[in-house]
């Protein structure tokens, strides 16, 4: 029952504490690596911050296909206050919309990476744009936002397993 006499969270407000509480679940497992440390350091670090890039530029070549291709098996999206998929396939399925209109695109840059200490898991955070482009060249920014990926190294590289990001409030919130 909800009890009235409690503040409601608005939607953003809601998406940041989320990122927040994740952010911090995250940090409490793993360090920021040195070069010397027993993870491979930071040139394991810097491998999964350009498997991010990679990420990006994959998208921006091939769509939901490039988009979805970086999932692993049991990888999950979660999509803050709407549905979660898990594995390519479900993502691509929940995604293809995002994708549809070829006048959007989508970017990201990641900020930060961090190493979990066993060498095989770790996460970026960073930020993305949406944006369309009209038919004079010019780009509308249509969202900002924040947002964190969990990897998994294997033999198939970097793979995501854990997605999830927040817009940015709107102007004036």
């Known amino acids: 029952m909800l009890d009235h006499h409690q503040p409601t969270l608005t939607m953003n407000t809601h998406h940041r504490w989320i ?3 994740l952010g911090t679940l995250l940090l409490g497992g793993c360090r920021s690596v040195t070069a010397d440390g027993p993870t491979g350091g930071e040139d394991m670090k810097q491998e999964m911050m350009q498997a991010d890039r990679d990420y990006c530029e994959a998208t921006a070549e091939h769509g939901i296909d490039g988009w979805a291709s970086y999932y692993a098996d ?3 999206k979660l999509e803050l206050g709407g549905d979660t998929a898990r594995g390519p396939k479900q993502v691509a399925e929940q995604d293809a919309p995002m994708f549809e209109d070829p006048s959007i695109r989508l970017s990201w840059e990641p900020v930060k990476g961090f190493m ?3 060498g095989v898991h770790g996460f970026t955070t960073g930020r993305f744009c949406l944006v369309r482009a009209g038919a004079g060249g010019e780009e509308t ?3 900002t936002g924040n ?4 990897w998994r190294r ?3 590289g970097w793979k995501i397993i854990l997605d999830t990001g927040a817009p940015d409030p709107p102007p004036g919130n």
Not at 147 to 150: D, E, I, K, N, S
């Open 141 to 143: 920014e249509l969202a």
């Open 74 to 76: 049991d990888g999950v």
């Open 154 to 156: 294997g033999v198939d």
């Open 19 to 21: 990122i927040a509480l």
């Open 116 to 118: 979990y200490e066993d």
């Open 147 to 150: 947002y964190v990926t969990v």
